[in-house]
């Protein structure tokens, strides 16, 4: 089969490389799509230090069901499928109590670090246990169920804490952020406020639901929240994760309310604990995903979330270097991109 493989940080390389097998609970998908996410953009240059070449990275993908391995029933060749980019164990403590992004033997498609290689779906086929594959609901294309992977981080985050009737800010409109003001919208916030840097997110925050777009270069940025809102937000969300973001959802929030830390951008911030613990404020860490692909395509299916706005270009899997390197050097225009298999079957 034909890969694209980070043979150097640097450096992809589209090349034969061997097909994977259907081990016994697997099943073989023929990839045909694969979004690029911003882990394996930064993943490229070595910064992270979990995508050590030689790799084939890629964990945002959807295609169709090639073979079937030894045990699975329930699938068959030929079936439109997603599947989770967490290959959880499904026998750990974590899994066991549904909490599956947590699985003590944890490993990522497409990541290569000191602990594993796992490689991902740059590729025309990948090797998926069955028990991370989802069917597509009818009139969900290929490249939407792409994108449901980063739908599920943003389900996930806003399912963290009671979202109904509260007023929610949002720190940071990316891909995740502007997914979260979907989301919110959908489980039923009552005011969706967006803060970013960029004056093209913000009006991009303002076209996927948001009450209001403040810019953080305005200096009465928290000002402006706590007057809009009354007491301050019921919850804020982080979707960046620096200094400037965290301290920001801590002074937003009102007393009594929920932040909840999505980015993580920078290893450590200053925490000021005499905030937390006098305003009493909850603090969520949210990684990942625990398994809401149903719910995230149901969204999708019933048009509630519309994520093909967040792509910025789709590009053939041999032209992944050249793109991928488009965005790492942040070309105008370029966020998210999604590699095609075989011409790009919708």
């Given at each position: 089969?034909?890969?694209?493989?980070?043979?150097?940080?640097?450096r992809?390389?589209?090349?034969?490389?061997?097909?994977?097998?259907?081990?016994?609970?697997?099943?073989?998908?023929?990839?045909?799509?694969?979004?690029?996410?911003g882990s394996?953009?930064?993943?490229?240059?070595?910064?992270?230090?979990?995508?050590i070449?030689?790799?084939?990275?890629g964990?945002?993908?959807?295609?169709t069901?090639?073979?079937?391995?030894?045990g699975?029933?329930?699938?068959?060749?030929?079936?439109?499928?997603?599947?989770?980019?967490?290959?959880?164990?499904?026998?750990?403590?974590?899994?066991?109590?549904?909490?599956?992004?947590?699985?003590?033997n944890?490993?990522?498609?497409?990541?290569?670090?000191?602990?594993?290689?796992?490689?991902?779906?740059?590729?025309?086929?990948?090797?998926?246990?069955?028990?991370l594959?989802?069917?597509?609901?009818?009139?969900?294309?290929?490249?939407e169920?792409?994108?449901?992977?980063?739908l599920?981080?943003?389900?996930?985050?806003?399912?963290?804490?009671?979202?109904?009737?509260?007023?929610?800010?949002?720190?940071?409109?990316?891909?995740?952020?502007?997914?979260?003001?979907?989301?919110?919208?959908?489980?039923?916030?009552?005011?969706?406020?967006?803060?970013?840097?960029?004056?093209?997110?913000?009006d991009?925050?303002?076209?996927?639901?948001?009450?209001?777009?403040?810019?953080?270069?305005?200096?009465?940025?928290?000002?402006?929240?706590?007057?809009?809102?009354?007491?301050?937000?019921?919850?804020?969300?982080?979707?960046?994760?620096?200094?400037?973001?965290?301290?920001m959802?801590?002074?937003?929030?009102?007393?009594?309310?929920?932040?909840v830390?999505?980015?993580?951008?920078?290893p450590?911030?200053?925490?000021?604990?005499?905030?937390?613990?006098?305003?009493?404020?909850?603090l969520?860490?949210?990684?990942?995903?625990?398994?809401?692909?149903?719910?995230?395509?149901?969204?999708?299916?019933?048009?509630?979330?519309?994520?093909?706005?967040?792509?910025?270009?789709?590009?053939?899997?041999?032209?992944?270097?050249?793109w991928?390197?488009?965005?790492?050097?942040?070309?105008?225009?370029?966020?998210?991109?999604?590699?095609?298999?075989?011409?790009?079957?919708?």
């Open positions: 089969m034909k890969a694209l493989v980070l043979e150097e940080y640097g992809f390389v589209f090349q034969d490389f061997h097909t994977p097998t259907a081990g016994k609970g697997e099943v073989i998908v023929k990839v045909e799509v694969c979004s690029v996410c394996d953009v930064h993943g490229m240059d070595g910064s992270t230090g979990r995508r070449p030689p790799i084939v990275m964990h945002e993908a959807s295609g069901i090639a073979a079937l391995g030894e699975v029933e329930g699938h068959s060749v030929g079936e439109r499928v997603t599947f989770d980019s967490t290959a959880y164990c499904g026998e750990c403590y974590y899994c066991k109590t549904g909490r599956v992004n947590l699985c003590t944890r490993r990522v498609f497409g990541v290569s670090c000191g602990e594993y290689r796992m490689h991902g779906a740059f590729a025309e086929y990948v090797a998926v246990p069955e028990r594959l989802y069917p597509l609901p009818d009139g969900v294309s290929f490249v169920a792409a994108m449901v992977e980063p599920s981080v943003a389900y996930h985050a806003a399912t963290r804490a009671p979202v109904q009737g509260k007023s929610c800010v949002v720190i940071g409109a990316g891909t995740i952020g502007t997914l979260l003001i979907q989301v919110l919208r959908a489980l039923g916030a009552s005011q969706v406020i967006a803060v970013d840097i960029d004056p093209g997110k913000l991009f925050a303002t076209h996927c639901g948001a009450d209001m777009a403040i810019s953080s270069r305005d200096p009465d940025v928290v000002a402006r929240i706590l007057s809009y809102t009354g007491e301050g937000a019921d919850l804020a969300f982080d979707a960046t994760g620096i200094q400037a973001t965290f301290s959802a801590l002074d937003i929030t009102r007393k009594g309310g929920d932040v830390l999505v980015g993580n951008l920078a450590k911030v200053e925490l000021m604990l005499q905030s937390v613990v006098t305003r009493e404020l909850t969520h860490g949210s990684c990942a995903s625990a398994g809401e692909y149903p719910e995230c395509l149901a969204l999708i299916a019933q048009r509630k979330v519309d994520v093909l706005p967040l792509v910025s270009k789709c590009v053939p899997l041999s032209e992944g270097n050249e991928i390197h488009r965005v790492h050097r942040g070309e105008d225009g370029l966020s998210k991109i999604v590699l095609m298999m075989n011409g790009g079957n919708l």
